[in-house]
């Protein structure tokens, strides 16, 4: 298969988080004959350096007309810490879903074997779980009008919703969840809000089509609360924009770090793939940042493609790093001398030689680039 993928990395981890992608990626096309192309712009903080908007004219053009997009992480603490900053990094990434219109968010979290002893939450409540959250990503509050006041003391930001935006997504999950443990629940704040009353009339309205899913719901508070005390109740979470961005950033409580999290933006044209976390600017350059959620991401980009081999290959790579403690320091309690790099170098390898990564792996902490 042919596929042309932009890449972009964006700011803080990000551009050493998608290297290590990109390169996992190379070694599948080479391991299974594809031809994978890769074109690089520029997006948030390093696009409004060099450029003064966050997403740069040239940069969008070539996500649309790429097979797939490869994103890293976008932000910059000189943007956050100021009030009254009229261009922001995130512009970039909330412009880039809209045009593209990638309407669903698909986030998994998975609680690995090998790593329940490094979530905060006991063993017994986190083992087997398996969530998928499918989250609105195009429309609510980040998107709806903003107003401020002339002398700067009052703001509003509408969130609003269709019935349309709300159909789209709640059938892809509904979808989902056929294919898992059918059950679906749909987080909102119903009892509140007008917009979330729709979701629920909708999402009602469409489980007459889905007779083998059960529907349930949530209020957002306690949806919060449960996803920490009661994780395994969940199968499939549909929720809209805030919310899902809430809620899957506190479910990587779950997984031990949220370098593990990671994501795709799919529409009706345009697919784009990313690790959920953001740019951890003090780690910038460090070698310290994990890589995994970049590199599952990937899993999903050829997934996507019904690469279902050459994914599940990633993945196995994933999980012999983690079995042998091949990580980064958010995750590592065995070895201190594994970089961002020496993960990306280790999972290739699996990719490339998966008989044999086994004997060969302490090689990595020799300090050496690949295993041999």
């Known amino acids: 298969m042919k596929l042309n993928i932009a890449v972009l990395p964006g700011d803080g981890i990000g551009p050493e988080v998608t290297a290590e992608a990109v390169k996992v990626l190379k070694a599948i ?28 004219d040239t940069s969008l053009e070539l996500c649309k007309k790429a097979d797939a997009i490869l994103f890293g ?6 943007y956050d810490n100021d009030p009254y900053a009229k261009i922001r990094p995130e512009q970039g990434l909330l412009k880039l879903r809209k045009e593209l219109d990638l309407f669903t968010n698909i986030r998994p979290v998975i609680a690995y074997e090998d790593l329940l002893n490094n979530s905060p939450l ?5 083992k087997d779980v398996n969530i998928c959250i499918y989250r609105e990503l195009t429309g609510g509050i980040y998107f709806g009008d903003k107003k401020v006041s002339e002398d700067g003391n009052n703001a509003s930001d509408i969130c609003e919703y269709s019935r349309f935006e709300i159909e789209r997504i709640a059938h892809m999950a509904f979808k989902a969840a056929q294919s898992r443990k059918q059950k679906l629940t749909l987080i909102d704040k119903a009892n509140v809000l007008e917009s979330s009353r729709l979701w629920r009339k909708v999402v009602k309205e469409l489980a007459s089509q889905y007779p083998d899913v059960t529907l349930d719901f949530l209020f957002i508070d306690n949806a919060a609360m ?32 949220i370098g593990l999290l990671a994501s795709a933006s799919i529409g009706d044209t345009h697919a784009m793939f990313e690790p959920i ?22 899993a999903m980009l050829l997934d996507h493609f019904g690469l279902y081999d050459e994914a599940s290959l990633v ?3 994933v999980d012999k790093a983690l079995k042998l403690h091949i990580t980064t320091p958010d995750l590592n309690t065995k070895y201190d001398n594994i970089s961002t790099s020496k993960v990306g170098d ?9 008989d044999e990564t086994n004997l060969n792996f302490t090689n990595i902490h020799l300090g050496q680039s690949t295993i041999i």
């Open 315 to 317: 993945r196995e790579g």
């Open 277 to 298: 976390h953001g740019t951890y600017t003090t780690a910038r350059n460090k070698g310290i940042a994990n890589p995994i959620a970049a590199i599952l991401s990937a």
């Open 346 to 354: 280790f999972i290739e390898d699996f990719i490339n030689n998966p």
């Open 73 to 78: 992480a976008i932000g910059e603490p000189k």
């Open 29 to 56: 096309a080479m391991e299974f004959n594809h031809v994978f192309t890769f074109d690089y712009g520029l997006i948030g903080a390093s696009a409004i350096d060099k450029d003064g908007i966050p997403l740069p």
């Open 122 to 126: 006991k063993r017994k409540y986190i």
């Open 226 to 257: 449960q996803v920490i005390t009661n994780p395994k109740q969940f199968d499939v979470i549909l929720t809209e924009n805030m919310f899902g961005d809430i809620i899957s950033e506190e479910a990587s409580v779950i997984v031990g770090s």
